[in-house]
């Protein structure tokens, strides 16, 4: 009966309820496989089935659950080792990688995703990500900690503004996200034929775009939208990419979890798409096929589920999730083959072999990578490359900037993100420089990091069981504190201090932090209550008086109390700060440099502080410019948290209105984590700079381009919406318009991104302006048809018609002919982004393949991809918005495949020269 219960099950899974019967081939062939050869993919595989062959039943068993936390392969989290095979301990969550090394070290901070896709630039991301396994590989030299990366890289799309971890996505275009993604994955895995460098991650796959829900919830998606949009970026990392890692997302998808459904994870994933790698859970998304979805009725037919699906990795932490012991029942009640165990294990462990992990270290050529590769002065130059790249100039009304320094004397810094702010899954990288201190630098005043903010770095010893994680601000907090735990910091300087401030945050506890000097149990000077914030990474600083104290002292905070939210925690801890009973004195500028005040005005989301509110607006009377600095954080949108609205949250409206009403030489820095809607400000300010988290070097990547030492070539990579009244309801999947399913708050039908959105958005997809101008011209096409099995070539010439140096991103895009269904507004299908002089002039050629994706769509009723043949227009501009040069031709019919379509589509960039 159990066998029984489990077929029925699997046999549920099909894809009936996307695509009907008929699984598509629409693999993208025309990038050639870079990294493991098949040969040696074919070896690993043989000595992982041996490996097997020897394991016992009960050994079987836990090498596929991974319990615990991203940590080092020493059997504290992870599979265990089995000694008398010479299989070694192991931890496939070895960390995170999204934008740089997130645990536990000093490791290099790149801009997020979502800012670094504003490039444009493929190579950046090879080169980042190349630098990013760089330190991963020094530090699992060093300190044992792993080589399996469950980011990068998220390919949830910005489909939605709303959505808690846009931050992570590259962008709303799956053309331009998936062509970014595949050289993020040879950027973490390398070139080499016989071992990865480390592993990357594909995730959340798939359609895991709301967050407050998402271990509840069911998408609901339409089978166009899931074959044209949602699935592209995975395949592109799958065929161009050979990502050895999936990651099944904690959603389900039309009623059938992601991590039990075999369609998703066994048919597409790997029968189709040819993936090479393992699949993991995220965490517990294996449980919670049993709890929150309900889809099977017990947890041993959750595990057997996720197993049989195609899902060979089962990850958990805590013990409710914990399936360690139901393995074993669904094999005893045939709900689980030995077969099926097996063959999740011997795919884990391929990958283990090709990462080198059971060879001599010196026959793995990436174990030549020395440590000083780390945090190094070419890694730190590249992440400030990356943080200029990835700034979009917005509006520069009558060439406002950039600002000449030699014409300020007195510059006003505002605004609630003008300090360091990095974003999730964030590392401790030594550099962290803040647009306030950016700002203040390249006007030659000194400002000192987190203005003496101490942070873990700074944790001499903890008390048992207290350990730090990325904090939502960036860097790292303290967290696990319970009821009688102490934390110790090195010597810090009390002379000339008489209050202590701590930044914290609890969801409820009845607690009190004591601050003693010298020992545990030495002197305590002050007593702090622990606040109520309501989240774990929702943070407010709390302070009081000390006294009596000078010179250099141990510090020490003992934690008492009792828990009053979920959990025995009492609070997370991000910084303390010694602080004269006044503020700090205005930093005072060298002779000859202007002074530079900064005030935050609000904060981030929290209600209007008058005395805050004042004394910013009254520095912005008497400045000769302000740069207000603005956005949302993770306070407002993080993982696990979704936000409802997209304007500035709190009083920062407020705040910039009334700063430029007492000085309109104002400029607006975004220094966010997500769009943001600034309709008043488009209309008003004289200029708006976007600086989504920029990570390390924000604030000097911010200066530069504010007083012109780098021109800004970014672009945006999705729509800037004006409210959330031009976007279709947020859990509503589908791309393409529907009246029935997408009436947005204004009562309008509105498709999602710029493929479909027909209203008149903020900043299209694509936008961007340059200190520079640019001209397009001289098109040229090949051919006046595309047919079968054919490519053509469209080129144009780009001339760089300003007085500075500068870069532009041309941007191809195709309208397909009139079809019997609704097809996108255009469709980017090609890109490049040239560095020009001036009067510099370069010719760019694409390729636009036959089997283009773009070029066709999902048939629901032949449940398969068709070309609607007819009239082709091509456009080639500075944005979707901005097309400077057209052209047309004739798309012949699919005569030789008129059945099926062609067996591979082409879902990344066409080639380009």
């Known amino acids: 009966m159990g066998g029984a219960l489990a077929a029925a099950v699997a046999s549920s899974l099909h894809i009936d309820r996307v695509a009907g019967s008929s699984v598509p081939a629409v693999a993208a062939s025309k990038g050639q496989r870079v990294g493991i050869s098949d040969a040696a993919y074919g070896r690993a595989w043989k000595r992982a089935a041996s490996l097997v062959s020897r394991m016992t039943l009960a050994e079987k068993f836990g090498q596929v659950n991974n319990p615990g936390n991203q940590g080092p392969c020493d059997g504290t989290n992870g599979v265990p080792a089995i000694a008398r095979l010479g299989l070694p301990p192991y931890n496939y969550a070895s960390d995170e990688g999204l934008h740089g090394l997130v645990d536990p070290f000093v490791a290099t901070s790149f801009p997020q995703p979502l800012a670094m896709v504003c490039s444009w630039n493929p190579d950046l991301a090879l080169r980042v990500y190349t630098a990013v396994s760089d330190e991963a590989r020094?530090?699992?030299?060093?300190?044992?900690?792993?080589?399996?990366?469950?980011?990068?890289?998220?390919?949830?799309?910005?489909?939605?503004?709303?959505?808690?971890?846009?931050?992570?996505?590259?962008?709303?275009?799956?053309?331009?996200?998936?062509?970014?993604?595949?050289q993020v994955v040879r950027g973490m895995q390398g070139d080499d034929p016989n071992y990865l460098k480390t592993t990357a991650c594909a995730k959340h796959f798939i359609c895991n775009n709301t967050d407050d829900d998402r271990q509840r919830v069911s998408a609901s998606v339409d089978p166009r939208s899931f074959w044209e949009y949602y699935t592209r970026a995975y395949q592109a990392c799958v065929l161009e990419g050979d990502v050895f890692t999936f990651m099944g997302a904690y959603n389900a998808i039309n009623g059938v979890p992601c991590c039990g459904d075999r369609f998703l994870l066994t048919d597409l994933l790997r029968k189709r798409w040819g993936f090479r790698g393992y699949v993991t859970s995220d965490n517990p998304a294996v449980f919670n096929i049993y709890d929150p979805h309900h889809y099977v009725a017990t947890r041993p037919q959750a595990a057997a589920l996720g197993i049989q699906a195609g899902c060979d990795l089962i990850r958990f932490t805590g013990q409710k999730a914990n399936l360690t012991d139901s393995l074993p029942h669904a094999v005893a009640l045939e709900l689980l083959s030995v077969s099926d165990l097996d063959q999740a294990i011997t795919r884990l462990l391929t990958v283990r072999i090709l990462l080198g992990e059971l060879d001599p270290p010196e026959s793995v050529p990436y174990n030549r990578i020395d440590f000083d590769v780390v945090d190094s002065p070419a890694h730190q130059a590249l992440a400030l490359d990356a943080a200029r790249q990835s700034i979009v100039l917005l509006k520069n009304q009558q060439h406002f900037l950039p600002l000449d320094k030699s014409k300020l004397s007195n510059v006003a810094v505002i605004g609630p993100t003008a300090g360091f702010h990095l974003g999730g899954y964030s590392g401790r990288p030594s550099v962290r420089i803040s647009p306030y201190q950016g700002i203040a630098a390249a006007l030659g005043v000194t400002v000192h990091n987190h203005d003496g903010q101490i942070w873990p770095d700074e944790l001499k010893s903890v008390h048992t069981g207290v350990r730090t994680q990325a904090s939502s601000e960036g860097g790292r907090n303290i967290w696990r504190i319970e009821n009688g735990s102490w934390v110790e910091y090195n010597p810090q300087d009390f002379t000339g201090k008489n209050r202590i401030a701590i930044r914290m945050a609890s969801i409820g506890a009845r607690a009190l932090v004591r601050v003693c000097i010298d020992r545990l149990d030495g002197p305590q000077i002050a007593t702090l209550r622990v606040p109520h914030t309501g989240n774990w990474q929702r943070w407010t600083t709390v302070s009081a008086p000390i006294s009596?104290?000078?010179?250099?002292?141990?510090?020490?905070?003992?934690?008492?109390?009792?828990?009053?939210?979920?959990?025995?925690?009492?609070?997370?801890?991000?910084?303390?700060?010694?602080?004269?009973?006044?503020?700090?004195?205005?930093?005072?500028?060298?002779?000859?440099?202007?002074?530079?005040?900064?005030?935050?005005?609000?904060?981030?989301?929290?209600?209007?502080?008058?005395?805050?509110?004042?004394?910013?607006?009254?520095?912005?009377?008497?400045?000769?410019?302000?740069?207000?600095?603005?956005?949302?954080?993770?306070?407002?949108?993080?993982?696990?948290?979704?936000?409802?609205?997209?304007?500035?949250?709190?009083?920062?409206?407020?705040?910039?209105?009334?700063?430029?009403?007492?000085?309109?030489?104002?400029?607006?820095?975004?220094?966010?984590?997500?769009?943001?809607?600034?309709?008043?400000?488009?209309?008003?300010?004289?200029?708006?700079?976007?600086?989504?988290?920029?990570?390390?070097?924000?604030?000097?990547?911010?200066?530069?381009?504010?007083?012109?030492?780098?021109?800004?070539?970014?672009?945006?990579c999705c729509t800037w919406y004006k409210s959330v009244d031009q976007l279709p309801p947020f859990h509503n999947y589908d791309i393409i318009p529907n009246s029935q399913k997408q009436t947005s708050k204004s009562g309008q039908v509105s498709g999602r991104t710029y493929m479909y959105f027909a209203g008149d958005p903020l900043y299209p997809f694509g936008y961007g302006l340059s200190y520079t101008t640019f001209q397009y011209s001289d098109l040229r096409i090949s051919s006046s048809e595309l047919s079968p099995g054919k490519s053509i070539k469209v080129s144009c010439k780009i001339t760089n018609t300003g007085s500075l140096f500068g870069a532009e991103v041309a941007q191809f895009y195709v309208v397909a002919p009139k079809s019997p269904v609704k097809r996108p507004i255009k469709e980017l299908v090609g890109f490049k982004r040239v560095e020009l002089n001036p009067g510099e002039s370069r010719t760019i050629t694409f390729e636009l393949p036959y089997n283009t994706h773009a070029l066709w769509y999902w048939h629901e009723g032949r449940r398969r991809f068709v070309l609607q043949d007819g009239v082709l227009k091509l456009l080639i501009g500075s944005s979707s918005a901005d097309i400077h040069l057209r052209g047309e031709i004739d798309l012949r019919p699919d005569n030789d495949m008129a059945l099926g379509g062609p067996k591979t589509l082409c879902t990344t960039a066409c080639g380009v020269s």
């Open 138 to 182: 020094a530090y699992h030299k060093k300190e044992k900690w792993g080589l399996s990366y469950y980011s990068p890289q998220t390919l949830n799309l910005h489909r939605d503004p709303r959505w808690g971890r846009c931050e992570e996505a590259p962008g709303e275009d799956p053309c331009l996200a998936g062509t970014w993604a595949v």
């Open 548 to 716: 009596g104290v000078t010179g250099k002292h141990n510090v020490f905070f003992k934690f008492t109390g009792k828990s009053t939210g979920p959990g025995k925690g009492l609070c997370n801890v991000e910084w303390f700060q010694l602080q004269p009973l006044n503020s700090a004195p205005v930093p005072q500028p060298r002779p000859g440099h202007p002074a530079v005040v900064y005030h935050p005005g609000c904060s981030v989301a929290g209600p209007k502080d008058e005395v805050l509110f004042s004394n910013a607006v009254a520095a912005a009377k008497t400045a000769d410019v302000v740069i207000l600095v603005c956005g949302v954080d993770q306070s407002v949108d993080r993982e696990g948290y979704d936000r409802k609205d997209i304007q500035l949250p709190g009083v920062q409206h407020e705040l910039i209105k009334a700063c430029f009403q007492a000085n309109p030489n104002t400029v607006l820095v975004l220094n966010s984590n997500n769009t943001v809607a600034v309709n008043w400000e488009q209309e008003n300010l004289p200029a708006i700079v976007a600086a989504i988290f920029a990570g390390q070097a924000q604030g000097t990547a911010i200066a530069d381009v504010l007083f012109g030492n780098y021109n800004p070539g970014g672009k945006t």
